[in-house]
């Protein structure tokens, strides 16, 4: 079950995937400029653009 905490950290991670797509930027420049790795956003991108699979432990960054 998702808590509070766990849904805020997903809107906020929303809007940050919405950010990089709109900017233009490579994953890679944007983890930089923002001061997240390069693996963070990656995976945040993935679950984002599948949130079904989420729930699922082998999926999870």
């Given at each position: ?49 599948k ?11």
């Amino acid at each position: 079950m998702e808590n509070k905490a766990n849904k805020e950290r997903e809107q906020l991670w929303q809007g940050r995937v919405a950010q990089l797509q709109a900017s233009g930027l490579s994953q890679r420049a944007y983890a930089m400029e923002h001061g997240f790795s390069e693996h963070q956003v990656s995976c945040r991108v993935r679950r984002i653009a599948k949130p079904q699979a989420s729930n699922h432990s082998f999926l999870r960054c």
